[in-house]
Nanobody, 119 residues
Framework: QVQLVESGGGLVQAGGSLRLSCAAS????????MRWYRQAPGKQRELVAA???????NYADSVKGRFTISRDNAKNTVYLQVNSLKPEDTAVYYC?????????????RGQGTQVTVSS
């Protein structure tokens, strides 16, 4: 069984920073793309950033220049460094990943970590 567990969220003032982490564990052969999404109350889920297995990142326009996605393949972990936070960045941040497990290639999702930015 595979699990994704996010951490690093919290309450921060506008302009502040956080580092979110998402660790995958379980019967993992390899991990393809890893992604961070967010969902604010009353809004649709938004893809924030993605990173390929080779470390090539891609970002939503709303976070370019402020957020940085990275991964540590040895630790099966993806990170999201979030800088210059704005109140509109307030949301639950989720990671997901395309994982080759014993039962095949499946996209798993974590339970999320809350980020709250005060003005």
């Amino acid at each position: 069984q595979v699990q994704l567990v996010e951490s690093g969220g919290g309450l921060v003032q506008a302009g502040g920073s956080l580092r979110l982490s998402c660790a995958a564990s379980g019967s993992i052969s390899s991990i393809n793309a890893m992604r961070w999404y967010r969902q604010a109350p009353g809004k649709q889920r938004e893809l924030v950033a993605a990173i390929t297995s080779r470390g090539v990142p891609n970002y939503a326009d709303s976070v370019k220049g402020r957020f940085t996605i990275s991964r540590d393949n040895a630790k099966n972990t993806v990170y999201l460094q979030v800088n210059s936070l704005k109140p509109e960045d307030t949301a639950v941040y989720y990671c997901n990943a395309d994982i080759w497990a014993t039962i095949g290639l499946i996209t798993y999702r974590g339970q999320g970590t809350q980020v709250t930015v005060s003005s």
